[in-house]
T-cell receptor, first 118, second 113 residues
Framework: GAVVSQHPSWVICKSGTSVKIECRSL??????MFWYRQFPKQSLMLMAT?????????EQGVEKDKFLINHASLTLSTLTVTSAHPEDSSFYIC??????????????FGPGTRLLVL | QKEVEQNSGPLSVPEGAIASLNCTYS??????FFWYRQYSGKSPELIMF????GDKEDGRFTAQLNKASQYVSLLIRDSQPSDSATYLC?????????????FGQGTTLQVKP
């Protein structure tokens, strides 16, 4: 149980284009999903928290207009990198958790999406 | 500022030995503690969680929690080369149940055949 998928796993795009990444919880309802970014040899950096049906909460220094997050259902959240530039190239990872019924904050991670902007 | 500290390593142990990974956290109000394993180029995967003081065992893994000392550890018995990875300690952010976790920088474990 607790399987999270991400699509696509790899994206190569030209500078200036927008890229959408999907995160799905396959066998549980995710009240909350998180989006992280990880550069080589560095730790996870939390970008934003999204709760189903409400606006995402962005971490300090993360541009909300550049990284658009939608969490329209209990099983799907999307991250759109708008007008991507080479410095946005990174490993983007989502995680999901179910906080209903007093559940603890166990986060289950998707396999990640590698974005390369040329 | 809420922090989770880990020794970045690398921690090198011979195959078959016990690997001991340590983590300290700053917020006394934290109640939930997690260990994740991350292989190079992959995303983190949950190994164990622990909520109560003491030990929790799952196969070759034992998590230990000492809230008074604000210390959580992970022991890996009979270490295998396949255990070579970065181990992330994560702690919840009180108050409330927001789901957010603070992650440590991770400890790189190398198990030598």
């Amino acid at each position: 149980g607790a399987v999270v998928s991400q699509h696509p796993s790899w994206v190569i795009c030209k500078s200036g284009t927008s890229v959408k990444i999907e995160c799905r919880s396959l066998d549980f309802q995710a009240t909350t999903m998180f989006w992280y970014r990880q550069f080589p040899k560095q730790s996870l950096m939390l970008m934003a928290t999204s709760n189903e049906g409400s606006k995402a909460t962005y971490e300090q220094g993360v541009e909300k207009d550049k990284f658009l997050i939608n969490h329209a259902s209990l099983t799907l959240s999307t991250l759109t990198v708008t007008s991507a530039h080479p410095e946005d190239s990174s490993f983007y990872i989502c995680s999901a958790t179910n906080l209903r019924q007093g559940a603890r904050e166990t986060q289950y991670f998707g396999p990640g999406t590698r974005l390369l902007v040329l | 500022q809420k922090e989770v500290e880990q020794n970045s390593g690398p921690l090198s142990v011979p195959e078959g030995a016990i690997a001991s990974l340590n983590c300290t956290y700053s917020d006394r109000g934290s109640q939930s503690f997690f260990w994740y394993r991350q292989y190079s180029g992959k995303s983190p995967e949950l190994i164990m969680f622990i909520y109560s003081n003491g030990d929790k065992e799952d196969g070759r893994f034992t998590a230990q929690l000492n809230k008074a000392s604000q210390y959580v550890s992970l022991l890996i018995r009979d270490s295998q080369p396949s255990d070579s990875a970065t181990y992330l300690c994560a702690v919840n952010i009180p108050p409330g149940n927001t789901g957010k976790l603070i992650f440590g920088q991770g400890t790189t474990l190398q198990v030598k055949p």
